[in-house]
């Protein structure tokens, strides 16, 4: 009788677990904050560190830094003429920036911020990552089609690779392979960050014209936003399409945190789509957060569990942020 009892209490247990969990992954996410970054105009990439609580945004001609965590403007990186995108290298203590508008690479200090120097690259370099294995970091080049590569403790160029097509954003899988979104030819290509051979490409269909892309490393699972608003999951090794969401328009970023299986989807008509993996082939619509006009890219603690978009207080009828910056930060309570 005791062991019986004990089998139900276990089993209303278990149950309560999963619905719990269930529950806690259909509820969609609200705007918890927002921060204020001071300045207006343009804003493109944002790169979260989690370990100092900081946020790196471009801002036109510089990047912003704020501490998130108490709200403080740090400071500015300047000399990023129509900078993209912000790569960090923590074991090095640098950071590194794309500048599309002077074709080269700025390196900076991360506890000082100072400007170390720059390094040419090809014309106009929008993404940038670091690839841990290689120590390398990777710059892909609109006009020239292409991506530089930079040894990280060095700061020279290293090597160039022809992609054939205008990338987009890119992501590691730390294991020595990078995917890049082609958006000119819609594929996915992915190549060796150390030989710098490509070993694939991989159509993104139904999607068109790939700007975000995100990855669940331990799944082998990639997640590319598509201009056509359709956001696609492709298994990582054979480029085969698992499943397929509408989005909003304008996406250009995405992310994926690891703990909670939430993928966030940004796009520039303010809003943020959020989907659940359920398991390596089932993915559920959790629904669309209204964010701000403009918010269209985003960063992940994937620690807290927060997702950060710039955007202004004011935009323009098309999308463009000409107000106050500020960044929104999105999460559960």
């Known amino acids: ?8 209490l276990l089993f209303i247990a278990l149950c309560y677990s999963t ?12 705007v918890l904050d927002t921060i204020a ?28 830094v704020v501490q998130y965590d108490t709200k403080e403007h740090v400071g500015s990186i300047e000399k990023t003429s ?12 640098r950071g590194f920036t794309s500048n599309g508008k002077s074709d080269n690479v700025t390196v900076f200090d991360l506890k000082t911020l100072a400007v170390i120097g ?13 690839e841990p294995v290689t120590k390398r970091i990777f710059t892909f080049n609109g006009e020239s089609e292409n991506c530089s590569v930079i040894d990280a403790a ?7 690779l022809a992609l ?16 890049v979104n082609i958006e000119t030819t819609n594929e996915v290509v992915r190549f060796n960050a150390a030989s710098l051979k490509i070993s694939s490409r991989s159509p993104i269909a139904p999607a068109q014209t790939p700007t975000g892309i995100s990855m669940d490393r331990e799944k082998r699972i990639l997640f590319i936003g598509g201009r056509n608003q359709i956001f696609v999951v492709m298994n990582a ?31 520039k008509d303010g809003s943020l789509d959020v989907i659940h993996e359920d398991s390596l082939s089932q993915f559920t619509l959790v629904g669309k957060l209204q964010t701000s006009p403009g918010a269209k890219t985003l960063a992940l603690d994937s620690k807290a569990h927060h997702v950060f978009l710039p955007t202004s207080r004011q935009v323009d009828g098309l999308g463009g942020m000409k107000g106050e910056m500020m960044v929104l930060v999105v999460g559960r309570k």
Do not use: W
């Not at 085969?240 to 940004?266: E, H, L, Q, R, W």
């Open 37 to 64: 970054v001071g300045g207006s105009g343009g804003m493109d990439c944002i790169t979260c560190d989690p370990k100092m609580h900081r946020l790196y945004i471009s801002h036109s001609s510089r990047v912003e």
């Open 118 to 130: 720059t390094i040419d690259v090809g014309k106009k370099p929008d993404a940038i990552i670091y």
């Open 1 to 8: 009788m005791k062991r019986t009892l004990f089998q139900m």
């Open 19 to 30: 619905a719990q969990f269930v529950f806690a992954q259909s509820v969609l996410p609200i």
């Open 154 to 160: 060095t700061m020279k160029v290293v090597g160039t």
């Open 82 to 93: 129509g900078v993209h995108g912000i790569a960090l290298a923590p074991e090095f203590s």
């Open 164 to 179: 054939g097509g205008g990338p987009e954003a890119a992501v590691a899988d730390r294991k020595g392979d990078i995917f």
């Open 237 to 267: 090794d054979d480029g085969k399409i698992i499943a397929n969401f509408p989005i909003g328009k304008g996406v250009d970023g995405t992310a994926f945190d690891s703990k909670t299986g939430m993928i966030y989807v940004s796009n």
